[in-house]
């Protein structure tokens, strides 16, 4: 199913133009670019910035061996408290710095250029609040679907969100 959603995505992407693809060094996030940067003959940058939150002991649990096993790391997500910080992982504040110097690196564009970013959904709901000028804390009210398209303009005195969490590509087809 992933390789179909990257593929409906390039096709949705196919006469855009593209000057740069930004991708995750994860797997999952580099094969989508991958796919994607081909119709465009560019090479995808990969970078660790881009990378999921490190969920450390968390990774692989259900929410409900999470609860059993850390119930103050469950009581804090579903709080959205901002000083969650995952055991042997990530907290949100480093997510967020560290998502910030991949947002400054995006400075070194000019305006005329497109950049594509394919990354993880905590990652985009970091970013996009950033671009936005949104408190760190509403990346929650952001929902991004699995190969979806969001678009933000951005212009020197701010951002513009033109697009959010576009999934029309992933549709049957007949």
Same mark, same amino acid.
């Given at each position: 199913?992933?390789?179909?959603?990257?593929?409906?995505?390039?096709?949705?992407?196919?006469?855009?133009?593209?000057?740069?693809?930004?991708?995750?060094?994860?797997?999952?996030?580099?094969?989508?670019?991958?796919?994607?940067?081909?119709?465009?003959?560019?090479?995808?940058?990969?970078?660790?910035?881009?990378?999921?939150?490190?969920?450390?002991?968390?990774?692989?649990?259900?929410?409900?061996?999470?609860?059993?096993?850390?119930?103050?790391?469950?009581?804090?997500?579903?709080?959205?408290?901002?000083?969650?910080?995952?055991?042997?992982?990530?907290?949100?504040?480093?997510?967020?710095?560290?998502?910030? +110097?991949? !947002?400054?690196? *995006?400075?070194?564009?000019?305006?005329? %250029? &497109?950049?594509?970013?394919? $990354?993880?959904?905590?990652? =985009?709901?970091?970013?996009?609040?950033?671009?936005?000028?949104?408190?760190?804390?509403?990346?929650? +009210?952001? !929902?991004?679907? *699995?190969?979806?398209?969001?678009?933000? %303009? &951005?212009?020197?005195?701010? $951002?513009?969100?033109?697009? =959010?969490?576009?999934?029309?590509?992933?549709?049957?087809?007949?």
């Amino acid at each position: 199913m992933g390789l179909r959603q990257a593929e409906r995505l390039r096709e949705r992407l196919n006469l855009e133009k593209i000057d740069f693809i930004y991708s995750s060094d994860l797997k999952r996030a580099l094969v989508t670019a991958q796919i994607i940067a081909l119709r465009h003959n560019l090479e995808v940058i990969a970078c660790p910035e881009l990378r999921e939150i490190d969920f450390g002991r968390l990774e692989g649990l259900t929410f409900d061996e999470v609860n059993q096993l850390y119930p103050e790391v469950t009581r804090m997500w579903v709080e959205r408290d901002p000083g969650l910080i995952y055991p042997g992982g990530e907290s949100l504040t480093e997510l967020d710095k560290r998502v910030c +110097q991949f !947002r400054n690196r *995006l400075g070194g564009h000019n305006k005329e %250029e &497109t950049i594509l970013i394919v $990354a993880h959904s905590g990652v =985009l709901r970091t970013l996009l609040c950033q671009l936005l000028g949104m408190e760190p804390r509403q990346r929650w +009210q952001i !929902r991004l679907d *699995l190969a979806s398209l969001t678009i933000i %303009e &951005t212009y020197r005195q701010g $951002a513009i969100l033109a697009l =959010l969490n576009d999934v029309s590509h992933l549709t049957e087809r007949s």
